[in-house]
């Protein structure tokens, strides 16, 4: 085993190295000039100001779907120009057909999607190539913001969660739109003393359905890819932006009820956060007793797998260079997951749920252009209704630019438990897990090479054998191929408490290739075959796990996607597993081969109705499953969004095991009466729990990043002989918060 370990790190890391000189050919970046504005600027979404009449224009963007070979159908201008405190963007976006309609589905900030007309600049003030911001507006004024890492190699690696100040307004015409934004110095991280930026601009056009960039990205890439950026040329070097200090302080009060208990309880709560730029590129951010109330609960799924589910970090405070501390690893080998801090699992539902935190710090950002550096604390208090002692949690990141992409990063976690039997903290130095971790990341001057090679240590009071994850992923795309190498090896022994790791002891590797064919005609872009194979097994036992799938992939010009898989699972079970959560499980050391055909299916985005639709119908633990899950959305532009969310899964067994269907029904209605009042309310019941859920969400964004949430939130056990229609609804808990935000900037 540790042999293996030992050739495959070393022959991963030599490999690594060579393809970081990849200096296959890529077209010239584009440039743009940014002149200091000639008048002051009204933001009204209007380009009258003498500062757009003399700023340089730049046009001529090119498609990058349906095609990625010619110049864009529908025009697009835009200009940059600045003043001492903010970049301001003024664009102009014409129209192929006439009228003034535009697509969105409403008028909720932070949209994504094919089905969207929008306008987007992405900015990199470090010119790396791996991290960037992204801010965007539509025809209707909706903004949204987000970031980059990684180099945007990946729908993950573009994350519109991250929340800050900025401004902006759009104007409807008939042929055209326009845009102003203004952006300030203070919310970008840069360098002082900056000549040069890299920039680039997209935009979705939904009459022509057309994805267009100002500096060309090859189809097989996405539109944030930052591989491809283009130069903003300054005309003089930039200063320091002065004190940079915010204060977003918090009032909240509750109500919540556990109708177990025989009275409801009532509290209020104060704290806040605090952002202070060291330097303009490093970020110190604080909280004190933070407070998430208002973040929307997960969506829930059903699980017919036997390991945990992952989701997302939506949480404030960990966003901002999120990347630095979250990005190590592999997507199920992860050593930090932010959300293993003040957020446990209730075990009667299912749900995450709050655990106190009583405060932070997170230093996070660059020191220069090759070096990036992210410090965190978190102190948690202790939670008796679910066991869970108080935490101190140190996550410690470093990260250093190499070659022309590529960088190496190296991790420090210590997770550390405190008692406080004398009524004060003291140290518990018998209860701790530690992890330290180095990962390579490559990604070549194009894109064409991109990948990972990894190893991480943990250590715990009691020192374990093979206590040690090793991972490498190497992926090759051009045009018409993409091949992938993925291997993992995780130790018996290894401990990532703060991590997201829900199988351990296993060997993995998964290799994959895919073909893309890019017909003449109207209706398909592209479609073609691929491979993806998966096979664990553990040491000294043998195969534990295999997946073989084979697929065919179908664009079409519409947005619609089509997949069709044909797969083939092989489990060995090492302990006992029962499918239908309920009755006689299978025992340890039972083997199941599985067939089975799935196919997906998402539809046009653009229109006021679309859906997206999952099946899977085969072979499941000797037994047959269909399962029919997705969504259905209905839009009454630009105010609202109704949509449902579901899945009905028929697992059959054989004698004496359990049949059992799981049904889980979310309906949604998101109404945006404008751009700054939001009213969200859904109900989530979940068959394999036995939940009902129901959230609603009023925010009132007074000011920029400035709120007002009023949430309700109910929950019932629900249970009957029908599993569509439950006859019985047992109170489990209620609660009504009010919270109030406030951003100040010093």
Excluded at 566 to 573: G, P, S, V
Aim: proline share 4%.
């Amino acid at each position: 085993m540790k042999s293996l370990f030992k050739v495959s790190f070393s022959v991963g890391f030599v490999l690594f190295i060579l393809l970081s000189f990849s200096t296959q050919a890529q077209q010239a970046q584009r440039q743009l000039r940014i002149e200091r504005a000639s008048s002051a600027i009204k933001l009204d979404g209007v380009l009258e100001e003498d500062a757009w009449q003399d700023a340089e224009v730049s046009d001529n963007f090119w498609q990058n779907f349906p095609m990625d070979t010619s110049r864009s159908v529908a025009p697009s201008e835009v200009r940059l120009a600045y003043d001492d405190k903010f970049v301001y963007v003024g664009v102009k976006c014409y129209a192929t057909t006439e009228g003034n309609y535009y697509v969105t589905p409403s008028l909720r900030r932070d949209f994504r999607g094919a089905g969207n007309d929008l306008f987007s600049i992405i900015i990199d003030p470090f010119q790396d190539q791996t991290t960037a911001f992204i801010f965007g507006i539509n025809p209707y004024g909706v903004q949204r913001e987000g970031l980059i890492s990684n180099g945007g190699a990946s729908q993950q690696d573009f994350d519109l969660s991250w929340d800050n100040r900025w401004f902006s307004e759009a104007k409807r015409y008939d042929g055209y739109w326009t845009a102003e934004l203004a952006i300030p110095f203070k919310t970008l991280r840069y360098k002082e003393g900056s000549k040069e930026w890299n920039v680039q601009f997209y935009r979705l056009d939904s009459h022509t359905n057309e994805r267009s960039t100002w500096n060309h990205v090859p189809l097989n890439f996405r539109l944030y890819s930052l591989a491809y950026t283009g130069k903003l040329l300054w005309d003089q070097p930039l200063k320091k932006p002065g004190a940079n200090v915010s204060i977003i302080p918090y009032v909240s009060t509750q109500q919540n009820r556990d109708f177990s208990e025989a009275e409801g309880v009532s509290n209020f709560a104060a704290g806040g956060d605090a952002k202070i730029a060291i330097t303009p590129s490093l970020n110190l951010d604080l909280t004190v007793n933070p407070d998430f109330s208002q973040v929307e609960v997960d969506q829930q799924v059903t699980n017919l797998d036997r390991f945990e589910i992952f989701f997302p970090e939506r949480r404030q405070f960990f966003l901002e260079n999120a990347d630095l501390f979250a990005n190590f690893g592999s997507e199920n080998v992860r050593p930090f997951f932010s959300r293993r801090i003040g957020v446990a699992i209730d075990s009667a539902t299912g749900v995450n749920v709050q655990n106190p935190i009583i405060g932070g710090a997170r230093l996070s950002g660059r020191v220069n252009k090759n070096w990036r550096l992210g410090l965190l604390n978190m102190q948690t208090g202790a939670d008796e209704d679910i066991n869970l002692p108080s935490f101190n949690y140190t996550v410690a990141a470093v990260q250093r630019q190499l070659f022309a992409r590529s960088n190496i990063s190296a991790l420090f976690i210590n997770k550390q438990s405190f008692s406080d039997s004398t009524n004060e903290f003291s140290l518990g130095s018998d209860n701790f897990n530690r992890l330290v971790g180095l990962d390579y990341n490559l990604a070549s001057a194009d894109n064409t090479w991109t990948g990972k090679i990894y190893y991480h240590q943990s250590f715990d009071p009691i020192p374990k054998d093979d206590a040690y994850s090793h991972g490498a992923n190497l992926t090759y795309s051009t045009r018409n191929w993409e091949l992938i190498w993925e291997h993992q090896i995780v130790g018996e022994g290894f401990n990532a408490e703060v991590g997201f790791t829900p199988r351990r002891n296993f060997r993995r590797i998964s290799p994959s290739i895919a073909r893309r064919f890019y017909p003449d005609g109207n209706g398909i872009v592209s479609h073609g075959p691929g491979i993806e194979q998966q096979l664990w097994w553990k040491p000294a036992l043998g195969i534990s796990d295999y997946n073989f799938n084979l697929f065919w992939d179908f664009n079409f010009r519409n947005t619609s996607q089509l997949t069709v898989s044909a797969m083939n699972d092989y489990i060995y079970l090492f302990r006992p597993f029962s499918p239908s959560r309920q009755g006689l499980p299978f025992l340890t050391g039972e083997t199941f081969n599985m067939m089975y055909l799935m196919v997906e299916y998402e539809s046009d985005e653009r229109k006021n109705f679309n859906y997206e639709i999952n099946t899977i119908n085969g072979q499941y633990y000797g037994g047959i499953l269909n399962s029919f899950s997705g969504t259905l959305n209905y839009r009454f532009q630009p105010y609202g969004l109704f949509s449902l969310d579901f899945n009905y899964s028929d697992i059959n067994l054989a004698e004496p095991y359990s049949d059992t269907q799981f049904v889980l029904i979310g309906p949604r209605l998101d109404l945006t009466f404008t751009r700054s009042i939001f009213l969200t309310t859904f109900v989530q019941y979940n068959s394999q729990f036995e939940n009902v859920n129901v959230n609603a969400r009023f925010q009132w964004r007074f000011k920029p990043v400035s709120d007002l949430f009023i949430v309700y939130t109910d929950n019932y056990t629900a249970y009957g002989e029908s599993r569509f229609f439950p006859d019985t609804y047992e109170k489990k808990n209620r609660g009504l918060v009010l919270k109030l935000t406030y951003w100040l900037n010093l």
